[in-house]
């Protein structure tokens, strides 16, 4: 953003302020408002967009396009990386895209496609999906062990408890259902 005491190139004379405007663009059938960022001359009126400018502009009518076309946003792709704590360049190779291609979905200065944010929606409501994507990809070796074994490790047994009241001495059971327990608590629960 240009400050206030940027001369004009157009005119020379007058002083750049910098200036916002709400405008209405169209997408795909739909209305929608975006603000617009750019310095206005004090001297001559012209209006000028300097490289900061255009770049807020072009993500401002971006994110009013993906809003239309459903997409997920850049804040909400980089909320998926920090879910599973991955570089922009693991979810290139986990997702597909390119090597900078994160980076540029993440600050909105492109849109992905609309598999891409299929996927990546899956990923963002199962881990199992993350996970099976991970082993498919070859990367668990990237992954702290921990983290990876966390969901393929865990062998637990499932015991049937039965609730009864005592009201009738024959009474049925009223309700059985079934619990899970961590292997080595079965131990304390064995008779000695």
């Known amino acids: 953003m240009m400050n206030d005491k940027t001369l004009c190139p157009l005119c020379g004379e007058g002083h750049l302020t910098p200036r916002t405007e709400e405008t209405v663009t169209e997408y795909a059938g739909r209305q929608g408002k975006v603000t617009l960022r750019f ?3 004090d001297a001559c009126g012209s209006e000028i967009t300097d490289d900061g400018d255009s770049r807020a502009n072009k993500r401002a009518v971006l994110a009013f396009r993906k809003s239309v076309d459903g997409l997920l ?7 998926l990386r920090d879910k599973y704590n991955i570089t922009q360049d693991q979810a290139a190779r986990l997702f597909g895209g390119g090597p900078k291609a994160f980076s540029k979905y993440e600050s909105d200065d492109v849109a992905h496609a609309a598999a891409m944010d299929t996927l990546l929606r899956l990923a963002l409501r199962s881990e199992d999906t993350f996970w099976e994507l991970v082993a498919l990809k ?6 702290p062990a921990r983290v990876v074994a966390k969901r393929h490790t865990m062998d ?19 309700h059985r259902f079934h619990y899970s327990m961590p292997a080595d608590t079965m131990n304390t629960l064995r008779p000695h």
């Open 138 to 143: 070859g990367m668990t070796s990237e992954f």
């Open 156 to 174: 637990v047994p499932v015991i049937w408890l039965t609730i009864r009241r005592e009201v009738v001495p024959d009474m049925q059971p009223a």
């Open 39 to 41: 310095a206005e001359c």
């Open 73 to 79: 946003t850049g804040a909400e792709i980089r909320a």
